[in-house]
C-alpha cells in the first residue's frame, strides 16, 4: 500500500459522507453510504479488509434503515477527562471528553476531541449485542470520526447521532490494525439492532472474524 492510496481512501470516504448529508432524506443517504462502503472495502488497496480476502467479499452486513435509531443531539459541556489510547502501530492517541450527548431509550455518548494534529470529534459506541453471534463487532463500532471523514452532520451545538451508520473499526476486519475501542462512556446496557452487524460477510454467507 502506497501513501498515495491512503489519501486517495479519505478523499472517497469524505465525499461519501458528503453525498450522505446532501441526500434528499437519510435513508437515502444509508443506501449510498452502504453501497459506497461496500465498493471501497472490495476494491481499494487501503481497505482494511485483508487482500487475499476481498475478492470473495459480498459485502458488509448493514441491517436496513430504522429512523427511529436517528438522533439530533443537543450537546452538553464535559469535564475534559483525557483518555490517551497506547496503539502499536500509531503510538499514543490522545482524546480529552469534550461533551456528551443523550439519546432517548440509548443511554448518553460521550463525544471525544482528538487532542493531536488533525483534531475533531469521535463518538465511538458498544451496545448489548457486541460480540454475540449474529451481533456486531465485541470491541464496539464507530458512530462519528470526523478526522477520517465520518460526520453525519449537525448544527447550532447539536450533533447527529445516527445508529444506522455505525460501523465496524479497521481492526474488526484484519487485527494487524491499532483502533481506539469504546471506553466505559460510550457503552449502552441496550442492543442496537441497526448500522454494521458484524465486521464481515463474504459472498458465500459465512461470518469472517
Given at each position: 500500500?502506497?501513501?498515495?492510496?491512503?489519501?486517495?481512501?479519505?478523499?472517497?470516504?469524505?465525499?461519501?459522507?458528503?453525498?450522505?448529508?446532501?441526500?434528499?432524506?437519510?435513508?437515502?443517504?444509508?443506501?449510498?453510504?452502504?453501497?459506497?462502503r461496500d465498493v471501497l472495502l472490495r476494491t481499494h488497496p487501503a481497505s482494511p479488509?485483508?487482500?487475499?480476502?476481498?475478492?470473495g467479499l459480498g459485502g458488509a452486513d448493514v441491517a436496513p434503515y430504522d429512523a427511529?435509531?436517528?438522533?439530533?443531539?443537543?450537546?452538553?459541556?464535559?469535564?475534559?477527562?483525557?483518555?490517551?489510547?497506547?496503539?502499536?502501530?500509531?503510538?499514543?492517541?490522545?482524546?480529552?471528553?469534550?461533551?456528551?450527548?443523550?439519546l432517548p431509550g440509548v443511554g448518553t455518548l460521550d463525544v471525544w476531541r482528538l487532542?493531536?494534529?488533525?483534531?475533531?470529534?469521535?463518538?465511538?459506541?458498544?451496545?448489548?449485542?457486541?460480540?454475540?453471534?449474529?451481533?456486531?463487532?465485541?470491541?464496539?463500532?464507530?458512530?462519528?470520526?470526523?478526522?477520517?471523514?465520518?460526520?453525519?452532520?449537525?448544527?447550532?451545538?447539536?450533533?447527529?447521532?445516527?445508529?444506522?451508520?455505525?460501523?465496524?473499526?479497521?481492526?474488526?476486519?484484519?487485527?494487524?490494525?491499532?483502533?481506539?475501542?469504546?471506553?466505559?462512556?460510550?457503552?449502552?446496557?441496550?442492543?442496537?439492532?441497526?448500522?454494521?452487524?458484524?465486521?464481515?460477510?463474504?459472498?458465500?454467507?459465512?461470518?469472517?472474524?
Amino acid at each position: 500500500m502506497q501513501p498515495t492510496d491512503v489519501v486517495d481512501w479519505r478523499r472517497r470516504v469524505f465525499a461519501i459522507y458528503a453525498a450522505v448529508r446532501d441526500a434528499a432524506s437519510p435513508e437515502a443517504g444509508h443506501a449510498v453510504w452502504s453501497r459506497e462502503r461496500d465498493v471501497l472495502l472490495r476494491t481499494h488497496p487501503a481497505s482494511p479488509v485483508p487482500e487475499s480476502e476481498r475478492a470473495g467479499l459480498g459485502g458488509a452486513d448493514v441491517a436496513p434503515y430504522d429512523a427511529a435509531w436517528r438522533f439530533e443531539c443537543a450537546l452538553e459541556p464535559a469535564d475534559g477527562m483525557r483518555w490517551d489510547v497506547e496503539t502499536g502501530t500509531d503510538g499514543v492517541v490522545p482524546f480529552e471528553r469534550w461533551a456528551t450527548a443523550r439519546l432517548p431509550g440509548v443511554g448518553t455518548l460521550d463525544v471525544w476531541r482528538l487532542r493531536s494534529y488533525g483534531g475533531g470529534l469521535f463518538v465511538p459506541v458498544r451496545d448489548e449485542l457486541a460480540g454475540r453471534d449474529g451481533g456486531t463487532y465485541g470491541g464496539g463500532r464507530y458512530l462519528i470520526d470526523t478526522v477520517k471523514g465520518a460526520d453525519l452532520g449537525g448544527a447550532d451545538g447539536t450533533l447527529v447521532l445516527d445508529l444506522n451508520f455505525a460501523y465496524a473499526p479497521s481492526c474488526a476486519y484484519d487485527p494487524a490494525w491499532a483502533c481506539p475501542l469504546p471506553p466505559v462512556g460510550n457503552r449502552v446496557a441496550v442492543p442496537i439492532p441497526v448500522g454494521e452487524r458484524h465486521p464481515l460477510l463474504r459472498s458465500d454467507g459465512e461470518i469472517g472474524a
